[in-house]
Structures are given as C-alpha cells and as structure tokens.
C-alpha cells in the first residue's frame, strides 16, 4: 500500500512539473527546416540548434514567461548578435531579431 501511494505520489509531482514547464520549451523547426532546442539555462532559456551545418552551436537566449520573452539571437551563417524577442503561440513561435531596433527580421518556428 505504501508504494501505491509513493507511486501515485510521484505520478502526480511528474504531471505538475510538465504542465508548469514554460511553452517555450520543447523541440522547434526553424524558418530554414533545421531543429533547434529550447531549454532552460542558468535562469533564462537556451537556443541550441540540434541539427544542420551550425548544430551544436547555441544562436540565442531569452528571459520572460508565457508567450513573450525577449533577449539576443545569433544568425550563426553571418555570426552577427540581435535584439531579439518571440511570441509563441501554442505550437507556433514568432521570432523577431533587430539591429538598431529599426531592421528588424521575423521568422516563424513550429514546435515538434
């Protein structure tokens, strides 16, 4: 009887960790069809491409909840840093990056 209810215990601690996880979170396609991973790091999230010719290589990290964050992203293919923010929108995220706050450039992932 005690390990049902260690089991159900520990059951119920895993549902609660999953539905507190940020929606950010998880598996993204990018814009150009690559895999990149999104995981919590040192207080912010981590953008870490998992697949392609820079995988391996993390191209951003961003503060915030919800559906918006903000922080820098990378194009790793003209290593140049931008003043970035995403928006996600159940399985879609809308990732913006700006140079000077004025160019801007807006890409749309899907979450696996």
Known sequence: MKRIAIATGLVFAGLLCAQAA???VGNWTTASG???????????YCITLTTGQFKGQQ???MSGSGDSYDGEITD???EKTY???AEVNGSKM????CA??????TQNWTKQ
Not at 94 to 97: A, D, H, N, V
């Open 34 to 44: 690559e895999t990149a991973k999104i995981a919590s790091c040192g207080g912010a």
């Open 83 to 85: 003043a970035g923010s």
């Open 22 to 24: 940020e929606p950010v």
């Open 100 to 105: 000077l706050k004025i160019f801007c450039k």
């Open 94 to 97: 809308k990732l913006t990056g």
């Open 59 to 61: 191209i951003g990290r």
């Open 76 to 78: 790793p293919k003209a």
